[in-house]
């Protein structure tokens, strides 16, 4: 079993401002009764022009990111505006075009296109499915695709991939991410794949004909295009960036659309939610808005990543040059204005697997998660075929020799992970840097291990060759480890350390590694572990003579209570405790549960009787002086 711990490139300073394109739907006479003529026209490729209504003589100017006319292509508008934003997904950001302006100016046809015209809908997916595709596989990562699309009808959330769903409610989970429990999302493999789910499921979407538009988009649409990329080496280390699409439903005048009866109501739930996200860009740009009105209509809570979230984000603003339409065209023009203003944090969002460390569960609880749970069972079936073929994130773990070791590497990972005030990019390089140390360790304690079972097969052949003494002196130091033992029996000599540093490999290798080292001075290490070294008992602990005992008691209480509870940061608080050895005895804690007096702490790797001895003067000291 995995739990999915959500890390991200840390406090991202890169920003990414929303661009704003503007797109001239060409000039329709059926559109223009009066045959005024266009009341909008392009001036160049940034620049556009619109009459200004207080004085006809003048004209208002307007500056945006590009300026499409209406002669500019849908492969164009897809270049220019939509391509430069799509790799940021495959490296596990967000990006998010959404289409914005009047009813009748364009949107549909800019998001969606036509079979002949394709828009940007399709041209994007199909860029995605180039993208992964034109990825080295040296690179080491494996990419898979998935969509789910969904539409928001007076103020319901409906899944067009699934059309007899219900209004789905919209949560925010811990990481800030906008999610939508029950929403279909379906894994595609090719574009026309994509096609195949995505034509029928557009035909769900709620369109009527309006006085201004014959199909007129009565709901916000939104496509997500979801790519995860696993790497190969470590594939617990996952990366996934979304593609949100969206095709927003047009605001209204009512008295020129001609709206009544479901269509006035469909009207001021569209216009309602647009009012909202004018709302959210002028308190967005406001800089000082205590709140920012997300919650007010589901489209801004859904759009909530989108406009001073983390996506990369391209609006497409759509005019239309008739004169019925010159108020709609002027606010959107406004609208969009204020809207490039916005600012944007992108960053990459990444999710670390972690085992979750077995527990072992009562037949009830088995049988309640195994009952109703098929899917669970599936996955269960999926994972143990998977560890099988050696191809899951699990399987990898379960590969390697030591599964305890890898365990309690993990659920220090966890605990690390856990704690709340760490910097999200030092921790990743702890983790890698624990598991390099783990990994050595363990090559250590193989190397401890073959060297005892030589010695095994030795003390065999001695006792055979009734060489009884020199047997027990060469076995006597590893008995020794073991405080409680005072008569141990020859087989036990050889066998115990080697029980201890398997169940126990992460910590106890320390003291194994010392002992394996120094067989001949095995006798003084292990006094040290009771008695100070020659010469330094009495500097060591005059100091300590010199205090109240009480005082003194109190000062090693609070110390071994810090090393039990302590996190990361607090035990580096702790005087001559610096990164690693506060991970060590993070480690400690994790394995041996706590530590029942201060001198276990001589168990931590590095840590030696003296450095002990000064340890404790440096922290009694330390915290009488404060
Ligand atoms: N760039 C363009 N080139 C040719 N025709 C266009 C262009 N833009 C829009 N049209 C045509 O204008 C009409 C209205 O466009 P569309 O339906 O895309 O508007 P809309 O903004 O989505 O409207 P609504 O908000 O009511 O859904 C359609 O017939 C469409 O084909």
């Avoid at 309640?368 to 099988?388: L, T």
């Avoid at 109240?548 to 810090?562: C, R």
């Amino acid at each position: 079993m995995a739990q999915r711990l959500t890390v991200s490139d840390g406090v991202s300073k890169k920003t990414s401002r929303v661009r704003v394109a503007v797109r001239l739907r060409p000039y329709m006479s059926r559109q223009d009764e009066k045959d005024e003529g266009p009341c909008v026209r392009g001036l160049d490729s940034q620049n556009l022009e619109i009459i200004n209504w207080r004085n006809a003589t003048e004209t208002v100017k307007y500056h945006f990111d590009v300026f499409h006319g209406e002669q500019t292509t849908q492969q164009e508008v897809f270049l220019s505006s939509v391509k430069p934003i799509l790799p940021h997904i495959l490296n596990g950001q967000n990006a998010s075009v959404f289409a914005y302006g009047p009813t009748g100016a364009g949107k549909t046809h800019t998001m969606l296109g036509t079979a002949e015209q394709p828009g940007v809908i399709p041209r994007a997916v199909r860029e995605v499915f180039n993208l992964v595709s034109a990825k080295d596989e040296d690179e080491g990562w494996d990419y898979s695709i998935g969509m789910s699309y969904l539409e928001i009808y007076n103020e319901k959330v409906l899944d067009l991939l699934s059309p007899n769903s219900q209004d789905l409610p919209i949560r925010e989970n811990k990481d800030k991410n906008i999610l939508i429990p029950g929403l279909t999302h379906t894994a595609i493999s090719s574009f026309s794949d994509f096609d195949k789910h995505f034509i029928p499921a557009t035909l769900n979407r709620t369109t009527a004909s309006t006085k201004l538009n014959q199909r007129s988009s009565r709901s916000h649409a939104i496509l997500l295009i979801k790519v995860v990329r696993t790497q190969r080496a470590l594939p617990h280390r996952q990366q996934t960036g979304k593609l949100y699409l969206v095709d927003l439903a047009g605001s209204e005048d009512n008295r020129r659309t001609g709206n009544q009866g479901i269509r006035l109501k469909e009207s001021g739930a569209i216009n309602l939610s647009l009012f909202t996200l004018s709302k959210v860009v002028d308190a967005l740009n406001s800089g000082t808005a205590a709140r920012i009105p997300y919650r007010d209509s589901k489209l801004t809570r859904l759009l909530q990543d989108s406009l001073g979230g983390s996506a990369h984000s391209v609006m497409i603003t759509n005019i239309a040059p008739e004169y019925r339409y010159y108020f709609d065209t002027f606010s959107a023009l406004n609208f969009a204005a204020k809207s490039k203003l916005i600012v944007n944090k992108p960053f990459t969002r990444e999710t670390v697997a972690v085992p979750v460390l077995p527990v072992k569960r009562s037949r009830e609880e088995h049988e309640a998660v195994g009952s109703g749970a098929e899917p669970h069972k599936k996955k269960q079936k999926e994972e143990k075929k998977s560890e099988q073929d050696g191809s899951s994130p699990s399987a990898h773990y379960h590969s390697l020799s030591e599964p305890s070791v890898m365990e309690r590497l993990i659920a220090l990972e966890k605990l690390m992970m856990s704690c709340q005030d760490r910097n999200r990019q030092s921790v990743l390089k702890d983790v890698a840097q624990s598991r390099k140390e783990i990994q050595e360790l363990k090559e250590k304690q193989r190397e401890f291990e073959r060297k005892a079972t030589l010695l095994s097969q030795l003390a065999k052949e001695k006792s055979s060759s009734k060489d009884e003494a020199a047997f027990k002196n060469t076995l006597a130091p590893l008995q020794r480890k073991q405080p409680n033992v005072t008569k141990p029996n020859k087989q036990q000599a050889v066998v115990q350390p080697m029980q201890v540093s398997q169940l126990q490999p992460l910590q106890h290798l320390a003291v194994v590694r010392k002992q394996s080292v120094c067989v001949t001075k095995e006798k003084k290490k292990l006094s040290d572990l009771v008695e100070p070294p020659d010469g330094k008992e009495n500097v060591e602990s005059s100091w300590e003579s010199q205090l109240d005992k009480s005082v003194l008691n109190e000062s090693k209480q609070k110390i071994l209570h810090i090393l039990n509870t302590g996190c990361l940061k607090e035990l580096k608080g702790l005087q001559q405790i610096g990164d690693k050895k506060a991970k060590l005895i993070l480690g400690w804690r994790e394995i041996q549960g706590h530590f029942t007096k201060l001198e276990d702490l001589i168990n931590i790797e590095g840590m030696t009787q003296k450095r002990f001895s000064s340890f404790m003067k440096a922290n009694i000291l330390s915290a009488l002086g404060k």
